[in-house]
């Protein structure tokens, strides 16, 4: 089983920063990558950014592309999404999740960002 927590949603200011933490535990090296995806009130779900984690490779939105940043931590099982320079349009609720062979499959709870003008 693989479980996937999220934290550091929060309310900031337009051009603020916050940084998202993505926590999983259970069967984590089957893991082959994690993304952060978001979905705000009235729009359908986006991919945000991944990470392989065989290679290190990267991914993003053009949206975000050059203000957010995804990382992770391999000994604390942990991915991050430092979030810069957000807008107003940033503003949703942000989900991890874990590839595990055949796509996302497994997703956190979400995390909500509030970004005010």
């Known amino acids: 089983q693989v479980q996937l927590v999220e934290s550091g949603g929060g309310l900031v200011q337009a051009g603020g920063s916050l940084r998202l933490s993505c926590a999983a535990a259970g069967r984590t090296f089957s893991f082959r990558g994690m993304g952060w995806f978001r979905q705000a009130p009235g729009k359908e779900r986006e991919f945000v950014a991944g990470i392989r984690f065989g290679n290190g490779n990267t991914a993003y939105v053009d949206s975000v592309r050059g203000r957010f940043t995804i990382s992770r931590d391999p000994n604390k099982n942990t991915v991050y999404l430092q979030m810069d320079n957000l807008k107003p349009e940033d503003a949703a609720v942000y989900h991890c999740?874990?590839?595990?062979?055949?796509?996302?499959?497994?997703w956190g709870q979400g995390t909500q960002v509030t970004v005010s003008s």
């Open positions: 999740a874990a590839d595990i062979g055949a796509g996302y499959s497994t």
